[in-house]
């Protein structure tokens, strides 16, 4: 978690350079590597940067939504339940191509960059001034850069060893019914 005393600029610099990590990584496993299942569990690294994509999506609607003073649409990520909230990304995103998630990961993240730089810093580091869906999920007296870390450099961290053992496996895994390209 962001230390209490962390800037809006330190914060955009570690949402930054782990971004960097992540897209390093995902270089590395390359576009044909991408769609082999066993990365984590069952999930393709395809099936990690949609569910990636997801959470920063909807982080960036409830920022947008709440710039406007609105709250966003519903989402199955709104559960409360993690494991439900995984699950309903996966299902949600397993059948898009890998074009279009790549391109929904880099789209999301660019906008949810942009919603974080507009905020004012005390917006990001006084709990107090945290938005209703960060109290909701995070809890009361939990700053919204808190929220901001959880979905975009944390949640990188978390995935990162799994993507980064993918790079590093040649030949990747066999599909069930065809091998993989690479």
């Known amino acids: 978690m962001p230390q209490a005393t962390e800037t ?7 949402m930054r350079n782990w971004r960097e990590r992540w897209e ?3 270089f590395a496993i390359g576009e ?3 769609l082999c299942p066993g990365v984590a569990g069952e999930w393709s690294a395809r099936d990690i940067v949609a569910h990636a994509a997801a959470y920063e999506r909807w982080l960036m609607e ?3 939504a709440s710039s406007r003073g609105a709250s966003a649409r519903p989402s199955p990520l709104d559960d409360a339940d993690p494991q439900r909230r995984d699950r309903a990304a996966h299902q949600l995103t397993r059948s898009f191509p890998l074009d ?3 391109g929904d990961s880099w789209l999301t993240w660019e906008r949810l960059l942009v919603a974080v730089e507009r905020l ?8 107090s001034r945290a938005p209703e869906f960060v109290r909701h999920r995070w809890g009361a007296g939990t700053p919204l850069a808190e929220a901001v870390a959880s979905m975009t450099y944390e949640h990188y961290r978390d995935h990162l060893p799994a993507l980064q053992a993918a790079a590093n496996d040649t030949p990747c895994p066999e599909l069930v019914e065809e091998p993989c390209a690479c």
Do not use: N
């Open 8 to 14: 809006k600029a330190q914060l955009i610099e570690t």
């Open 24 to 26: 390093d990584a995902l």
């Open 32 to 34: 044909d590597c991408m």
């Open 62 to 64: 409830w920022l947008e």
């Open 100 to 102: 279009l998630v790549l």
């Open 120 to 127: 004012p810093e005390q917006d990001l580091l006084d709990s």
